[in-house]
């Protein structure tokens, strides 16, 4: 066992804060390194202040790691030591599921490992996150992270950008498809910019009209602020899909109203209130509300490979762990561009 630095809460109330704990040495198939930067998710806070209830104290947040591979066990074979690797929102999964043998460990049929907040798959042990100085984790779950781009920007990729990237591949979204993207944080930025990418036409919604520019700039091209009753209008009955990418309570039924007939609202955003949606705003344009759940191994990797290869990564502002708290703050109130990523090496 060796002994981990760390900031972690012990009850919903808590403020992050130092604090040491055991990760166990790397077994055969273990991949052991240190972290160099972790993003801070809005799920982060949500976790911490136990909003989606069940969360397990002490806790560690942090699930989108980037880091260098300090130690490997005797059976690993993907990786060495030196090798820039991450690490998403989950560590390990039943692996004999139809889920997990299709390479969507994400839906794990008999529940995956998440990196924190979780329990491995002995369900006794808990797990603990990436606002620390290590980890260690099964070959299997660690990804290869390309050297080209900037390692703290890369970070968000491992949650932000698997969330928006999936969908968008899932329902083969790009050139002639309208896209909304509602909400443009951490997730709406990265799927502004993987949607314009894939060719399709994006517009985004939101309730800010101050961000018109810097979603022109991240290559959307149209603007709607949702206040405006005449815009509204110029959008009602016009996309093809919807990435609603919104963390806060918010009208569900208002943003069906924007799709066209057998449009899609896929829901990545995750409220940390139950919302209700009557079942004619659905059956009178035939029209889906969906969701979904970052991304398998595999098609994370795919996605690193294909930021990789065009100089796709996240816009983010680079912390001090000690201010983490601050971050929290800061996001609630929508004062961040558009990631913040902590840099590991302050955490001494």
């Known amino acids: 066992m060796a002994t981990t630095k760390a900031y972690a809460v012990h009850n919903s109330t808590d403020p992050l804060q130092p604090w040491n704990f055991e990760r166990r040495e790397p077994g055969v198939n273990d991949v052991e390194f240190e972290i160099l930067y972790c993003g801070v998710c809005h799920s982060d806070i949500h976790q911490v202040r136990n909003e989606w209830g069940g969360s397990i104290y002490p806790m560690v947040p942090g699930h989108e790691i980037v880091g260098k591979v300090t130690r490997v066990g ?61 980890i260690v984790v099964n070959q299997d779950f660690v990804l290869h992270v390309s050297d080209k781009l900037p390692l703290d920007a890369v970070a968000p990729l491992l949650c932000a950008g698997i969330t928006t990237y999936s ?107 139950p919302a209700a949606v009557h079942v004619f705003n659905l059956i009178g344009g035939r029209k889906s509300l969906a969701g979904s759940l970052v991304g398998g191994l595999p098609e994370t990797q795919e996605m690193l490979d294909y930021c990789a290869e065009h100089n796709i990564v996240s816009d983010i502002e680079l912390i001090d762990i000690k201010n983490v708290e601050d971050s929290y703050k800061r996001m609630l109130k929508g004062d961040v561009k558009y990631r913040f990523v902590i840099d590991m090496a302050t955490l001494s």
């Open 167 to 273: 969908p968008l591949k899932h329902w083969k979204i790009g050139k002639g498809h309208k896209v909304a993207v509602a909400g443009l944080g951490g997730l709406g930025h990265m799927a502004v910019k993987f949607a314009v990418s894939f060719g399709a036409e994006v517009t985004v919604l939101s309730t800010s009209a101050n961000k018109e520019a810097d979603a022109l700039k991240l290559g959307a091209h149209k603007f709607v602020v949702i206040k405006d009753e005449a815009q509204l209008k110029s959008v009602t009955n016009y996309f093809d899909f919807i990435i609603d990418t919104i963390s806060a309570e918010h009208d569900y039924v208002t943003y069906l109203s924007f799709l066209k007939t057998n449009g899609v609202q896929i829901c990545v955003g995750a409220p940390p209130t």
């Open 74 to 134: 005797t059976g690993v074979t993907k990786f060495k030591a030196g090798d820039t690797v991450g690490v998403g929102c989950f560590v390990d999964s039943c692996r004999t599921c139809d889920n997990c043998k299709d390479g969507q460990e994400q839906y794990c049929s008999n529940g995956h490992s998440q990196t924190y907040n979780s329990f491995e798959q002995d369900k006794v042990t808990p797990t603990y996150g990436g606002y620390s100085k290590s």
